[in-house]
């Protein structure tokens, strides 16, 4: 039978690769540098930080409705001049939003620019996420923890830009430090959008006369009795029935729903873990009196980069290791973590010590988990399947910090430890369930 596969130029699928995760790092790391903006945007507006509460929740909601229509809006764009498209209208309309918000004197009118920019947002997170899968192939669990990577990088890197701005630029002269930043972010965001305009097919398949005189070159045409009668287009079509039979060994409905609700959970359970800890670690260390504010600090500096740290450890480690390995083994360390800082939770150092781990070991569960569909269950890439997954962690991450201080409240400060290690402990047996569950599916479509 004729062997087919997509392009394999492997310049230009590092090229795409790199492309994704640089629209990771500027457009979520723009996103979440907005927090230490919110003092200047709050005098600009005239209104409290209350008032600012409330922009970051509609910038929230619009990321989550978003994330939603995104996978069908993608899944109906098959072409590749239809996706660039897509990417470079969302990256474009954010640069606008980014470039107008430091003029923007009206509140409801930053209101609704924030909405706008979280809508976006939400495209773009799809859009990258599955198209990470779609043209690193194979190596789908490393681009997608690399594209993660730069999300986290730019994080970091947000702030700094900031501080960097206002010190060369500081408040009173003639051009405005902040004003500056949100130009300086509009612009990377833009240049990113003409790179994704400019970029070669997403996908590609070998010319129609590259495949037939692969075909008669092979060894399926020397064995072939039939070889004599059969015409190039007979070949293309052949080579068409056995990539649609080799890559669609399709898991049933009930097996793709299901697999998609669990790893929705687990994708929840992540970036809940995720916002909790950033949340409330340096509350907890101040309000027990455990070390000083400035040690808090330095301690969620550590605790950051130490998710930057483990999400780059884990690229090269993904290469040798199944990402269902790697998943579980990290599930299970992130609880023994949490464990340690529960054990010496009045002991600065150990408890810090235990955090750090703990965001070492959370750090690649997120990106792993978004592939897991395709690299463990088998089933098709799709945008509506990234979608539920990203909606999912969205409304977690959104939720379940907000039950914190009430179990605070009940518990004391170290109610965060026992989320933690609750929703730790949750996520352990669904990864468990999804080895078990699709441990045929994994094993037929390794096979295949």
């Known amino acids: 039978m004729l062997s087919w596969y997509q392009d394999r130029n492997v310049i230009r699928r590092l090229a795409l690769i790199a492309l994704l995760g640089l629209s990771h790092c500027v457009v979520f790391g723009t996103f979440n540098c907005i927090g230490v903006m919110l003092p200047y945007l709050s005098r600009k507006n005239s209104t409290d930080l ?14 989550i409705v978003s994330a939603a229509l995104g996978g069908v809006i993608m899944d109906s764009y098959k072409s590749s001049s239809a996706r660039r498209k897509y990417i470079f209208f969302a990256l474009t309309c954010m640069s606008l939003c980014y470039v107008v918000v430091p003029y923007s004197a009206s509140f409801v009118i930053t209101c609704a620019l924030h909405l706008w920019i979280g809508l976006m947002s939400g495209l773009v997170s799809v859009f ?63 240049t990113t959008a003409i790179l994704f305009l400019i970029c070669p097919k997403l996908r ?9 005189e692969e075909y008669y070159q092979s060894s399926s045409y020397q064995s072939s009795s039939e ?15 056995m990539v649609i039979k080799k890559v669609e060994i399709i898991p049933t409905p ?79 360390l992130a609880v023994g973590s949490v464990v ?34 395709t690299t463990y269950v088998g089933m098709p ?38 989320t933690l290690l609750v929703l730790g402990t949750v996520a352990v047996v669904d990864y468990i369930s999804i080895v078990i569950f699709y441990r045929k599916n994994y094993i037929a479509n390794t096979n295949n």
């Not at 209350?50 to 990321?63: F, I, N, P």
């Not at 990203?390 to 430890?417: C, E, M, N």
Request: with cysteine.
């Open 50 to 63: 209350k008032g600012m509460a409330l922009v970051l929740t509609l910038r929230g909601v619009g990321s």
């Open 128 to 190: 990258n996420n599955t198209m990470m899968q779609i043209v690193a192939a194979e190596w789908a669990t490393p681009g997608l923890i690399f594209m993660h990577l730069g999300y986290s990088v730019g994080c970091v890197v947000g702030p700094l830009v900031l501080s960097l701005v206002t010190v060369i630029l500081p408040v009173g002269s003639a051009l405005s430090p902040y004003s500056t930043t949100y130009a300086i972010a509009g612009g990377l965001q833009f």
């Open 204 to 212: 590609s398949r070998k010319p129609k006369q590259k495949v037939v």
């Open 227 to 241: 070889y004599s009668i059969q015409s190039p287009d007979d070949i293309i079509q052949s080579h068409d029935e």
């Open 254 to 332: 009930l097996v793709s729903i299901s697999a998609t609700i669990l790893c929705s959970i687990a994708y929840a359970i992540s970036s809940a873990s995720d916002t909790c800890t950033g949340d409330y670690m340096l509350t907890y260390v101040v309000s027990t009196k455990l070390s000083s504010e400035q040690n808090a600090r330095f301690l969620h500096s550590a605790f950051y980069l130490s998710v930057c740290f483990g999400k780059l450890i884990t690229i090269p480690l993904s290469k040798v290791l199944s990402p269902w390995k790697i998943i579980l083994a990290y599930s299970v």
């Open 340 to 373: 340690v800082a529960l054990m010496f939770y009045n002991q600065f150092i150990l408890f810090g010590i235990g955090m750090i781990l703990f965001g070492l070991f959370l750090s690649a569960q997120s990106p792993i988990i978004i592939g897991l569909p």
């Open 381 to 418: 890439v799709k945008g509506s399947v990234t979608s539920s997954i990203l909606t999912t962690g969205k409304v977690g991450s959104t939720l379940v910090p907000l039950t914190v201080p009430f179990a605070i409240d009940v518990i004391g400060p170290t109610a965060l430890l026992w």
